[in-house]
Nanobody, 120 residues
């Protein structure tokens, strides 16, 4: 299983971006989906998380601005980011816990990261 993350870019403060994370592989289900970010010199932090039952959680700094969603048919997870701020600048990673169709084996996999840069 591999993840292909995309959608990052350079935007001005107040603008929006939508990140995508497409799962490549024969999977049965995505169990838990998360978006993380890491700014230079800082630790990786969990930004948003969603379970297969639809429960979501967000780090305080993005509540009300970011939204995590999924498309089961496309096996893709999204992070809609609105009202972006310079402090949102970071490399964003997706991470998925799930089960394969192969005997429902569990997997955990990271995407390659997509850069988000917000100018003031």
């Amino acid at each position: 299983v591999q993840l292909q993350a995309s959608g990052g870019g350079l935007v001005q403060a107040g603008e929006s971006l939508r990140l995508s994370c497409a799962v490549e592989g024969d999977i049965f289900r995505m169990i838990k989906m998360g978006w993380y970010r890491q700014a230079p010199g800082q630790q990786r932090e969990l930004v948003a998380e969603r379970t297969h039952l639809g429960a979501t959680s967000y780090t305080d700094s993005v509540k009300g601005r970011f939204s995590i969603s999924r498309d089961n048919y496309k096996n893709t997870v999204y992070l809609q980011m609105n009202d972006l701020k310079p402090e949102d600048t970071a490399l964003y990673y997706c991470n998925i816990d799930g089960m394969l169709n192969d005997h429902f084996k569990e997997f955990n996999v990271w995407g390659q990261g997509t850069q988000v840069t917000v100018s003031s």
